[in-house]
């Protein structure tokens, strides 16, 4: 077992500004530039703040505002790589930016079986999920070598029934549960809507309209929730609804 929990909220001080560099950009709605793989955005300063941090959805970057990578930034910086940077060691860059989305692949697993495991109603799964969340810590503590070498899809194929089940068990006597999981929802019209204990499992929900809707314990994996409208929508007890989700979505209230 590692010595402490790992982080899973983002750390920008302690980070060499990694996703501001690793990842290549569009120019779209999300990216008012293009930029290639390994090149850092004109806006990184040289202590790997944001330059523009303040200002990023009126300068047209807006998918910057909503990305999250749920602690792996500092967990590449300070622990693979011993607190070094890309800058200061340009033979690590390489390496650095190919084990930043397998890292953050592995903290946003650990985000969803920690909350997996803050819901009562899931106890018959604790044991099982406590047992993947210690594993996929481990995997965090790889070398770089390891880490590359890692076959995610194997490891999500393991943890994710146990996600789906703890689901299962949170949404029971929820309400209708609809099931509509990977279902193409893009700008539907859901006002007022009864879902509680809806299966929104990796749905696309682009500018749908929300408000209004119970969605107590619905279920939110992955779903893509860009200009969703959840003004006024009941968000109480909803299941994996990360930050990243709402801050894509149109919402004045908190869940």
């Not at 314990?217 to 990243?244: C, K, N, P, V, Y």
Request: aromatic share 6%.
């Amino acid at each position: 077992m590692p010595s402490k929990p790992v982080e899973l909220v983002a750390d920008c001080a302690r980070c060499a500004g990694l996703c501001c560099v690793a990842p290549a950009f569009a120019r779209s709605s999300d990216f008012a530039i293009d930029k290639p793989a390994g090149r850092p955005c004109p806006n990184l300063a040289d202590d790997f703040r944001c330059g523009i941090h303040q200002q990023l959805t009126d300068r047209g970057f807006r998918g910057c505002v909503v990305f999250d990578c749920f602690g792996a930034g500092q967990q590449v910086t300070q622990h693979t790589f011993g607190g070094r940077d890309w800058r200061s060691a340009p033979e690590l860059a390489g390496a650095m930016f190919a084990t930043l989305p397998v890292m953050r692949q592995l903290h946003e697993l650990l985000w969803y079986v920690t909350e997996a495991l803050e819901l009562d109603a899931a106890a018959r799964v604790h044991d099982k999920l406590r047992a993947a969340l210690d594993q996929t810590e481990q995997l965090t503590m790889g070398t770089p070598a390891e880490l590359a070498a890692l076959d995610l899809d194997a490891h999500r194929r393991r943890v994710n029934p146990l996600l789906q089940r703890a689901s299962e068990l949170a949404r029971a006597g929820a309400g209708p549960r609809p099931d509509h999981r990977g279902a193409d929802l893009i700008g539907r019209r859901m006002r007022g809507m009864d879902l509680r204990g809806a299966n929104f499992r990796g749905a696309r929900l682009i500018g749908a309209d929300l408000r209004g809707a119970n969605l107590r314990r619905a279920d939110f994996t992955g779903a893509d929730l860009r200009g969703a409208d959840l003004r006024e929508a009941d968000l109480r007890g909803a299941l994996f609804l990360t930050a990243s989700q709402l801050r894509s979505a149109r919402t004045a209230v908190s869940p």
